[in-house]
T-cell receptor, first 117, second 112 residues
Framework: GAVVSQHPSWVICKSGTSVKIECRSL??????MFWYRQFPKQSLMLMAT?????????EQGVEKDKFLINHASLTLSTLTVTSAHPEDSSFYIC?????????????FGDGTRLSIL | RKEVEQDPGPFNVPEGATVAFNCTYS??????FFWYRQDCRKEPKLLMS???SGNEDGRFTAQLNRASQYISLLIRDSKLSDSATYLC?????????????FGAGTRLAVHP
């Protein structure tokens, strides 16, 4: 089945560091990928929709200059948390579905647990 | 009001029990409906889609009532391995995309 790989799975770094998270679709092409954030005991919240070859679409309240998204190819999207602070510590998850398969469920990456000290 | 509401639980049940989870959603334009399972510190995994006609997959039965904007999941003959958080998810077409809206999840703990 369709597989989405996310890297790294765990990051611990100092406040002020920028952290890049990669999301790859391994056996399918994805025009669109989605980035979510989940705080403990809360829902997954959609942060932004990543579009291959164009700008990402951010949800209300998500700072686009803070969370930089690049979708350079049909199999790779990256999320960079710039100048991360402790309040950015969270579980970040990406998802994707094969292009032209809008009715299929999304496939999720393994998630990245980010801890900012 | 949250877009997708679930009872957070936890539901603590013995092996073999039948347990039911409920979910309500606020957006009547929601198009697709799913139950996902999420284990601790892991990504969510699709359990099953939910249809108005009701659908069953082994020990799991899901039901959708569009008029009431209500979704349910029934688990029969609970196993220890069923212990997880169950997420109710709907899709909404917004900004040109079908977006997933997640509930906060209902925790299930199955004990021997």
């Amino acid at each position: 089945g369709a597989v989405v790989s996310q890297h790294p799975s765990w990051v611990i770094c100092k406040s002020g560091t920028s952290v890049k998270i990669e999301c790859r679709s391994l056996d399918f092409q994805a025009t669109t990928m989605f980035w979510y954030r989940q705080f403990p005991k809360q829902s997954l919240m959609l942060m932004a929709t990543s579009n291959e070859g164009s700008k990402a679409t951010y949800e209300q309240g998500v700072e686009k200059d803070k969370f930089l998204i690049n979708h350079a190819s049909l199999t790779l999207s990256t999320l960079t948390v710039t100048s991360a602070h402790p309040e950015d510590s969270s579980f970040y998850i990406c998802s994707a579905r094969p292009r032209d398969r809008e009715n299929q469920p999304q496939h999720f990456g393994d998630g990245t647990r980010l801890s900012i000290l | 009001r949250k877009e997708v509401e679930q009872d957070p639980g936890p539901f603590n049940v013995p092996e073999g029990a039948t347990v039911a989870f409920n979910c309500t959603y606020s957006n009547s334009a929601s198009q697709s409906f799913f139950w996902y399972r999420q284990d601790c510190r892991k990504e969510p995994k699709l359990l099953m889609s939910v249809y108005s006609s009701g659908n069953e997959d082994g020990r799991f039965t899901a039901q959708l009532n569009r008029a009431s904007q209500y979704i349910s999941l029934l688990i029969r003959d609970s196993k220890l391995s069923d212990s997880a958080t169950y997420l109710c998810v709907v899709t909404v077409f917004s900004g040109g995309y079908n977006k997933l809206i997640f509930g906060a999840g209902t925790r299930l703990a199955v004990h021997p």
